[in-house]
Structure formats: structure tokens, C-alpha cells
């Protein structure tokens, strides 16, 4: 009849194991009742094209593809290649992303009865003595017996869990783990990120060196042939000093360029895994190519891909689901505890049947005076959780600003790079008009020195300005999270 009432009670706990403590999480709005651009658009002006920003939906998941392939360019998409082959932070990323895979299965081991083999307090082979005045009948016993003890013990351990402890655990577990996967794609986008800027720094920085050390070969030509008119007495001291000074003064420029192609060089080594000291890229191609045209108007929905907002969503519903850990401590917790095993003072009788023993009820922990203890954790509970809201609002906030940043210096640069090209037209004009008076004795050298350091200057911020916009491209595909193509937009499945 116990045994009926014990097994009774065992099922009805498990049929009230229906429940779990705590908030069900739902996904909050980015920011309440605050309207936010339904397209991407800095000519938008303020008060028109605007809705309340819609629930989040992350798309993480979906495939982001080679954005790198839209520049057209095989010696990046070989580096690119490189570094999430060989890159060691994305390594490092992964290994988290297998800890946190481990640490769900680790959460819901805690649904299963636990069984531990041997283990007793006084060891499986025991030898002891009794007391000689132990007690026998409110007596010293006058008797000491020493024999020897061998225990095969199985224990049993498992919490019901009624109040839904283990479960909102192994929740916050499942979400912790499917933030680590977007975690990786952070940085896995980061990384790609980074080496088609550093890479583009490189062709720049080349560029840059080929375009100086043509300039240096035009005015080492400009000093012979003021030295040669100075022989003819056309030319004076001065003008054979100014060109020799526009001769060094270029010359001096190179240290500095090949230093910076060199770091850059080893920064992308860094990233693609190898050694610095035997990497090489292939330089032949220019930074003068097409710049890939972002549209001007892009639908908000981009932002879904943006792993880093998944990530922050995924970590709010593990913290609201550390809520419900929190509040089950103030239930009781209901355990059965189980023994059994083979225990015999012969070895020779250790194994036998008769040998056998077993125990098995519940048990019942009431928290009754904690001093505040439970109080505190949900407090804490509930403090993170509006700290992963915050964090996750902010995320997309950023995430607004960088792809307007973005958007911007697309449109202001290719203004700017338009403009350039037209001030590096006329500084050659300038230049040529320069040389050709001088050459007619019509003005000093000081104005041919001026003129080229003009065209230096103008031709030099022309490629700069090249780079700068491969670059800003670049930082707006991190942006988006993806690319910007129509197909990349996010779509649930079988839609």
C-alpha cells in the first residue's frame, strides 16, 4: 500500500510538471511608439515615409553569399577565401559556438534521472571496527567487532520539475547557443569586412607608389633640363635648386608609402592566417575600376541580416528565460532519490542474490527563510533583462546610423571623386601651360614647381579618394549585414 501511495504520488508530480514559471518571451519592439524610416534614404525628409518600426524577425540564418564577388576582382575573392579558411579569431569564434552547442545538451541532461555507479562515503571495500562502548540497549555493548564491508551501490537522483526550473534553464541554454551562431557571423562578416578594406588599402597604397615614382621620373627629366638650360645660361641657380627641391621632395614621399604598404600587407597576412614575412599579393590590378553602386533607397527589411541585432534579440530571450529560473527557487523542489546494490561483509558472498538491497521515496526542499537570497536573483533577473532590451535597441539604432553613414558618404563621395577629376584635369592643363612658358623663357621655374606640386597633390587625392570609396562600400555591405540585391532580402521559408 506505500509502495502504491509512493508511486501515486511520484505521478501526480509529474502530471503537474506542466507549468513553467516565468514570462514566455516575446519579441519587443525595437523602440515603442517611436517612428522609424521604412526605407533607407538620406534625401528622406523628416516627417514623410515613416511607420513604426515592425517586430524583429531575425533572418541571420538565411545565407548572406559572397558579397566580395560583386568587385569583380579574383585576387580578393582569393583572400577572402584565405581567411575564413585560416583566420584565427573566426577559429576562436567557432570553438565558442561548440561550447555553447555542449552547454544545451549539458542543460537538458537535467530532464533525465541521474544514475552514479559505487561512490559510498566509506568507499566500496571497507574495513572497520565498532565501538567497544557502543551503545546496546542504553548500554556499552562490552563488545568490538571488526569486519570487513563490500558495497556495490547504484544511486538515483531526479528533480521533477514542476515549476518548469530545468526547462527555462535549458531554454536561456537553447538561446544562448543560437546567439553564439550569429556571433560567429558577426565576426565572420567582420572579418571578410576587414580584409576587403585592408586589401583595397594595399591596391591604393600601390597605386599611390606607381604614381609617384612616375612623377619622380617627370621631374628627375625637368632637372636635366633645367641643368641644360642653366649651361646655356637660359636658366638660373635658382631654378636648378627649385627643381632639384621638387626632385627630393617627391623622393621623400616614397619611405612613407612603402611603410604603410607593408603594415597593411602584414595586417592582411594577420587576417588570412599566414605568416607576414612570405605573404604576397598580387598587385597588378588598379583601384580605378567601377565602384559597385549601392541603391540610393533600400528597404529597411536589409537590417534583418544583420547578425549582430539577431544575436542581441536571441540574448533577450535567454535572459527572460533566467527570469523563470529565478522565480522557480521559490517553489519547492521535489526530488526522487533512489539506492540500491550489493553489499555482503564476505567477498565470497558479495555478488549473491540474497545480497541485495534497495531504497527509494522522495524528498521535498522547502526554501523558508533565504535571507533575501531568491529575492535578490530575480531582482537581478529582471535587471538583465531590461539590460538586453536596452542592448538590443541600441543594436539597431547603430545599426540605422551606420547604413545612413553609409549611404551618405556613397553619395557625397562620388560627388567628391567627380569634382576631383575635374581639379586633376585642370592641374595637368595648369601644368602643361607652366612648362611651356618656361621653356619660352616667359616665366621662373617657381611657377613650373607649383604647378607640379599642385598636380601631385590633386592626382594623389584622386586615388586616395578611389580607395576611400571602394572602402566606404565595403563598410556599407557590413551594414546591411549582406548584400543589397533584391534576392538578399530575407524571406521565411516557402514564401
Given at each position: 500500500?506505500?509502495?502504491?501511495f509512493t508511486i501515486s504520488a511520484i505521478t501526480l508530480a509529474a502530471g503537474l510538471a506542466g507549468c513553467a514559471v516565468g514570462p514566455d518571451y516575446h519579441r519587443p519592439v525595437a523602440l515603442p511608439g517611436q517612428p522609424l524610416p521604412k526605407k533607407f534614404s538620406e534625401e528622406t525628409p523628416a516627417g514623410t515615409n515613416l511607420v513604426v518600426w515592425k517586430i524583429a524577425e531575425p533572418s541571420s540564418h538565411l545565407p548572406h553569399g559572397e558579397w566580395w564577388l560583386g568587385f569583380n576582382d579574383a585576387e580578393l575573392n582569393?583572400?577572402?577565401?584565405?581567411?575564413?579558411?585560416?583566420?584565427?579569431?573566426?577559429?576562436?569564434?567557432?570553438?565558442?559556438?561548440?561550447?555553447?552547442?555542449?552547454?544545451?545538451?549539458?542543460?537538458?541532461?537535467?530532464?533525465?534521472?541521474?544514475?552514479?555507479?559505487?561512490?559510498?562515503?566509506?568507499?566500496?571495500?571497507?574495513?572497520?571496527?565498532?565501538?567497544?562502548?557502543?551503545?546496546?540497549?542504553?548500554?556499552?555493548?562490552?563488545?568490538?567487532?571488526?569486519?570487513?564491508?563490500?558495497?556495490?551501490?547504484?544511486?538515483?537522483?531526479?528533480?521533477?520539475?514542476?515549476?518548469?526550473?530545468?526547462?527555462?534553464?535549458?531554454?536561456?541554454?537553447?538561446?544562448?547557443?543560437?546567439?553564439?551562431?550569429?556571433?560567429?557571423?558577426?565576426?565572420?562578416?567582420?572579418?571578410?569586412?576587414?580584409?576587403?578594406?585592408?586589401?583595397?588599402?594595399?591596391?591604393?597604397?600601390?597605386?599611390?607608389?606607381?604614381?609617384?615614382?612616375?612623377?619622380?621620373?617627370?621631374?628627375?627629366?625637368?632637372?636635366?633640363?633645367?641643368?641644360?638650360?642653366?649651361?646655356?645660361?637660359?636658366?638660373?641657380?635658382?631654378?636648378?635648386?627649385?627643381?632639384?627641391?621638387?626632385?627630393?621632395?617627391?623622393?621623400?614621399?616614397?619611405?612613407?608609402?612603402?611603410?604603410?604598404?607593408?603594415?597593411?600587407?602584414?595586417?592582411?597576412?594577420?587576417?588570412?592566417?599566414?605568416?607576414?614575412?612570405?605573404?604576397?599579393?598580387?598587385?597588378?590590378?588598379?583601384?580605378?575600376?567601377?565602384?559597385?553602386?549601392?541603391?540610393?533607397?533600400?528597404?529597411?527589411?536589409?537590417?534583418?541580416?544583420?547578425?549582430?541585432?539577431?544575436?542581441?534579440?536571441?540574448?533577450?530571450?535567454?535572459?527572460?528565460?533566467?527570469?523563470?529560473?529565478?522565480?522557480?527557487?521559490?517553489?519547492?523542489?521535489?526530488?526522487?532519490?533512489?539506492?540500491?546494490?550489493?553489499?555482503?561483509?564476505?567477498?565470497?558472498?558479495?555478488?549473491?542474490?540474497?545480497?541485495?538491497?534497495?531504497?527509494?521515496?522522495?524528498?521535498?526542499?522547502?526554501?523558508?527563510?533565504?535571507?533575501?537570497?531568491?529575492?535578490?536573483?530575480?531582482?537581478?533577473?529582471?535587471?538583465?533583462?531590461?539590460?538586453?532590451?536596452?542592448?538590443?535597441?541600441?543594436?539597431?539604432?547603430?545599426?540605422?546610423?551606420?547604413?545612413?553613414?553609409?549611404?551618405?558618404?556613397?553619395?557625397?563621395?562620388?560627388?567628391?571623386?567627380?569634382?576631383?577629376?575635374?581639379?586633376?584635369?585642370?592641374?595637368?592643363?595648369?601644368?602643361?601651360?607652366?612648362?611651356?612658358?618656361?621653356?619660352?623663357?616667359?616665366?621662373?621655374?617657381?611657377?613650373?614647381?607649383?604647378?607640379?606640386?599642385?598636380?601631385?597633390?590633386?592626382?594623389?587625392?584622386?586615388?586616395?579618394?578611389?580607395?576611400?570609396?571602394?572602402?566606404?562600400?565595403?563598410?556599407?555591405?557590413?551594414?546591411?549585414?549582406?548584400?543589397?540585391?533584391?534576392?538578399?532580402?530575407?524571406?521565411?521559408?516557402?514564401?
Amino acid at each position: 500500500m506505500k509502495t502504491f501511495f509512493t508511486i501515486s504520488a511520484i505521478t501526480l508530480a509529474a502530471g503537474l510538471a506542466g507549468c513553467a514559471v516565468g514570462p514566455d518571451y516575446h519579441r519587443p519592439v525595437a523602440l515603442p511608439g517611436q517612428p522609424l524610416p521604412k526605407k533607407f534614404s538620406e534625401e528622406t525628409p523628416a516627417g514623410t515615409n515613416l511607420v513604426v518600426w515592425k517586430i524583429a524577425e531575425p533572418s541571420s540564418h538565411l545565407p548572406h553569399g559572397e558579397w566580395w564577388l560583386g568587385f569583380n576582382d579574383a585576387e580578393l575573392n582569393r583572400l577572402e577565401t584565405l581567411a575564413l579558411t585560416n583566420n584565427q579569431n573566426l577559429a576562436a569564434t567557432a570553438a565558442r559556438f561548440e561550447q555553447s552547442r555542449a552547454l544545451v545538451s549539458a542543460a537538458r541532461a537535467d530532464f533525465y534521472p541521474q544514475f552514479t555507479l559505487g561512490g559510498t562515503p566509506n568507499g566500496d571495500i571497507t574495513r572497520q571496527r565498532t565501538s567497544f562502548n557502543q551503545p546496546n540497549q542504553g548500554k556499552a555493548s562490552g563488545v568490538s567487532h571488526t569486519y570487513d564491508t563490500f558495497t556495490a551501490p547504484i544511486y538515483l537522483g531526479w528533480e521533477i520539475d514542476l515549476w518548469g526550473r530545468v526547462r527555462r534553464q535549458s531554454e536561456a541554454a537553447r538561446e544562448r547557443f543560437v546567439a553564439s551562431v550569429d556571433d560567429y557571423e558577426s565576426a565572420r562578416l567582420a572579418v571578410t569586412a576587414e580584409v576587403a578594406n585592408d586589401y583595397f588599402a594595399f591596391r591604393t597604397l600601390a597605386d599611390e607608389y606607381l604614381l609617384v615614382t612616375n612623377t619622380i621620373d617627370a621631374y628627375r627629366h625637368s632637372l636635366e633640363l633645367t641643368q641644360n638650360r642653366r649651361h646655356g645660361g637660359v636658366a638660373s641657380d635658382l631654378d636648378v635648386s627649385q627643381a632639384a627641391t621638387q626632385l627630393h621632395s617627391a623622393e621623400a614621399q616614397l619611405p612613407d608609402i612603402k611603410l604603410s604598404r607593408a603594415q597593411t600587407l602584414h595586417a592582411l597576412a594577420i587576417l588570412c592566417g599566414e605568416s607576414p614575412g612570405s605573404f604576397i599579393v598580387a598587385t597588378g590590378r588598379s583601384t580605378s575600376g567601377p565602384v559597385p553602386e549601392v541603391p540610393p533607397s533600400l528597404p529597411s527589411e536589409l537590417l534583418e541580416h544583420r547578425p549582430d541585432i539577431a544575436s542581441a534579440e536571441r540574448r533577450m530571450a535567454a535572459a527572460n528565460a533566467e527570469i523563470g529560473v529565478a522565480k522557480a527557487a521559490f517553489f519547492p523542489t521535489v526530488r526522487i532519490n533512489g539506492l540500491a546494490g550489493l553489499q555482503s561483509v564476505d567477498s565470497s558472498t558479495w555478488f549473491d542474490w540474497p545480497s541485495r538491497f534497495w531504497s527509494v521515496g522522495p524528498s521535498v526542499e522547502l526554501p523558508l527563510f533565504t535571507g533575501g537570497l531568491n529575492r535578490s536573483r530575480l531582482t537581478q533577473a529582471h535587471a538583465a533583462y531590461a539590460e538586453m532590451v536596452a542592448d538590443y535597441r541600441q543594436t539597431v539604432l547603430t545599426a540605422f546610423g551606420e547604413v545612413e553613414d553609409g549611404l551618405a558618404a556613397q553619395q557625397l563621395l562620388t560627388e567628391k571623386w567627380t569634382a576631383e577629376n575635374d581639379t586633376v584635369d585642370a592641374a595637368r592643363r595648369t601644368l602643361a601651360i607652366a612648362t611651356n612658358r618656361y621653356k619660352a623663357g616667359l616665366v621662373t621655374y617657381l611657377d613650373v614647381a607649383t604647378a607640379q606640386a599642385d598636380a601631385l597633390l590633386h592626382e594623389r587625392t584622386l586615388v586616395e579618394l578611389q580607395g576611400t570609396r571602394l572602402t566606404a562600400t565595403v563598410n556599407l555591405v557590413k551594414a546591411l549585414g549582406c548584400g543589397w540585391q533584391t534576392n538578399a532580402i530575407p524571406r521565411p521559408p516557402g514564401k
